[in-house]
């Protein structure tokens, strides 16, 4: 994940490199590999957003589950022990 994060800086950097060196780059082969390296960055940043948030919700799912499972032992226990 750490040299995930550390390659979209560096895509990043470039990208504002050559929108930084003005108008004379923009025709020029270099320009346009910065130009799609820039939108590849912001491609993999948004689905590593949507990655993390479904993540996240199946986390919490899981959570949720491992906690009713948890109330559903007990509760048959007491059961259990009633009967």
């Not at 929108?19 to 020029?28: F, I, V």
């Not at 899981?62 to 259990?80: R, S, Y």
Request: glycine share 4%; aromatic share 8%.
């Amino acid at each position: 994940m750490m040299k995930k994060a550390t390659m979209l800086l560096v895509f990043a950097a470039l990208g504002n490199l050559c929108h930084a060196t003005g108008e004379q780059m923009q025709s020029s082969p270099l320009s346009k590999v910065l130009d799609l390296m820039s939108e590849l960055t912001a491609k993999i940043v948004k689905e590593s957003q949507a990655e993390a948030t479904a993540y996240k919700e199946y986390f919490d799912w899981c959570d949720d589950m491992a906690k009713n499972a948890g109330f559903e032992i007990k509760t048959a226990e007491a059961k259990k022990r009633e009967t």
